[in-house]
């Protein structure tokens, strides 16, 4: 079953307005997550990391003012699109790392956000 | 983050044949993941390498980590319909957990 959701899975809104989403781990404590973006059939481009109890770190070309992140608890961050353009219209995405026995780590992903900015 | 060579970009292919696909990278991963992506949905977990030289298998699809571990291929045997998608390799990063993603491969089952 899913172990990463997602909320809303999908949104409308007006130029303009801010758009919030949520990314929670559900069978596990998360104190790193990521969000990515993703284009038509592209490949995920990442965004940002988000760090439980500190600030989020960027990758080169995201604005941080336009896309806040805030990790609120160990199983809980949201990225919020601020004064949304129809230019970030996109697939976002969320992933967590989840660690395992013997350091077997994986990532599992949430279903997705589908913004339209209209 | 880094992009891994992933070939081949896409996939025409009869029900019921085999679908190999790899990747490769000019980096040492620690550990490989090979995920399938659906229309408007999110990446899905299919396989976990972590050992170089590593033969794994998940029902119909097996995967293996290079000895290198710069590298790791994917089979599929005996495709079905529902296979259709994206497949995506990704190499994970212990320091920091970030993935670097192969471009995927695109497969499309004919019945």
């Known amino acids: 079953g899913a172990v990463v959701s997602q909320h809303p899975s999908w949104v409308i809104c007006k130029s303009g307005t801010s758009v919030k989403i949520e990314c929670r781990s559900l069978?596990?404590?998360?104190?790193?997550m990521f969000w990515y973006r993703q284009f038509p059939k592209k490949s995920l481009m990442l965004m940002a990391t988000?760090?439980?109890?500190?600030?989020?770190?960027?990758e080169q070309g995201v604005e941080k003012d336009k896309f806040l992140i805030n990790h609120a608890s160990l199983t809980l961050s949201t990225l919020t699109v601020t004064s949304a353009h129809p230019e970030d219209s996109s697939f976002y995405i969320c992933?967590?790392?989840?660690?395992?026995?013997?350091?077997?780590?994986?990532?599992?992903f949430g279903p997705g956000t589908r913004l339209l900015v209209l | 983050g880094q992009q891994l060579n992933q070939s081949p970009q896409s996939m025409f292919i009869q029900e019921g044949e085999d679908v190999s696909m790899n990747c490769t990278s000019s980096?040492?991963?620690?550990?490989w993941l090979w995920y399938k992506q659906e229309p408007g949905e999110g990446p899905v977990l299919l396989i976990a390498?972590?050992?170089?030289?590593e033969l794994t298998s998940n029902g119909r699809l097996t995967a293996q980590f290079g000895i290198t571990r710069k590298d790791s291929f994917l089979n599929i045997s005996a495709s079905i319909p529902s296979d259709v998608g994206i497949y995506f390799c990704?190499?994970?990063?212990?320091?920091?957990?970030?993935?670097?993603f192969g471009a995927g491969t695109t497969v499309t089952v004919r019945a």
């Open positions: 390498l972590y050992k170089a030289g």
């Open positions: 990704a190499g994970l990063r212990s320091n920091d957990y970030k993935l670097s």
């Open positions: 980096s040492i991963f620690n550990t």
């Open positions: 988000s760090n439980e109890g500190s600030k989020a770190t960027y």
């Open positions: 069978d596990f404590q998360a104190t790193t």
């Open positions: 992933s967590a790392p989840k660690g395992g026995l013997a350091s077997k780590e994986t990532q599992y």
